[in-house]
């Protein structure tokens, strides 16, 4: 079955220390991206990426950086730099620009203590 | 300056009836609005969507209008059930992709 792969589910960091969250999907889609969500909250748009090796800063770039090196994965890099980094990370996946829709994955809560 | 609104954080509706969950947005550049349903720790899932050029999109139970001199839209579900029990998020389009999301709208449908 296609789909959007994240992992892990849960993800436990020290403060200072970067972590890297895992988004893999197997439907051929050609743009992907990363949202965060806080409780309460909206999803707010952090990285996106049309095409491999190639990706935009969304809204709340900043602390995070992303790679696109194959058209299946776009791994999301939670830095020391980001302040509030407790969240809930989901990233998501479409076919095109105008294709409308996105797949989501089930996201990845990440607890930094 | 947030470009999507619902303003209602919650709705409860008894079963078999009308749910309406509503949404504002202020950019005239986007090209399609979208819902989406959300359960806790789960990532959401896509229902229904409408392009700017439309009024009106329906599937089964979801409607979905659209008043874009008002620069506002709205979902009808008919009739609620208990699984429509959700987070429902409304979002907006660009031609470049980039999705908009509202803050979402907790929909509880009591039995």
């Known amino acids: 079955d296609g789909g959007i792969t994240q992992s892990p589910k849960y993800l436990f960091r020290k403060e200072g220390q970067n972590v890297t969250l895992s988004c893999e999907q197997n439907?051929?889609?050609?743009?992907m991206y990363w949202y965060r969500q806080d409780p309460g909250q909206g999803l707010r748009l952090i990285y996106y990426?049309?095409?491999?090796?190639?990706?935009q800063k969304g809204d709340i770039a900043e602390g995070y950086s992303v790679s696109r090196e194959k058209k299946e994965s776009f791994p999301l890099t939670v830095t020391s730099a980001q302040k509030n980094p407790t969240a809930f990370y989901l990233c998501?996946?479409?076919?095109?620009?105008?294709?409308?829709?996105?797949?989501f994955g089930s996201g990845t809560r990440l607890t930094v203590v | 300056d947030q470009q999507v609104k619902q303003n209602s954080p919650s709705l409860s509706v008894q079963e078999g009836r009308i749910s309406i969950l509503n949404c504002d947005y202020t950019?005239?550049?986007?090209?399609?609005f979208l819902w989406y349903k959300k359960y806790p720790a789960e990532g959401p899932t896509f229902l229904i969507s409408?392009?700017?050029?439309?009024d009106k999109n329906e599937d089964g139970r979801f409607t979905v209008f659209l008043n874009k001199s008002a620069k506002h839209l709205s979902l009808h579900i008919v009739p609620s059930q208990p699984g429509d029990s959700a987070v429902y998020f409304c979002?907006?389009?660009?031609?470049?992709?980039?999705?908009?999301f509202g803050d979402g709208t907790t929909l509880t449908v009591k039995p």
């Open positions: 439907l051929n889609h050609d743009a």
């Open positions: 950019n005239s550049m986007f090209d399609y």
């Open positions: 979002a907006a389009r660009t031609n470049a992709g980039k999705s908009t």
């Open positions: 409408i392009s700017s050029i439309k």
């Open positions: 998501a996946s479409s076919r095109d620009r105008a294709s409308y829709g996105y797949t």
């Open positions: 990426s049309q095409i491999v090796n190639d990706f």
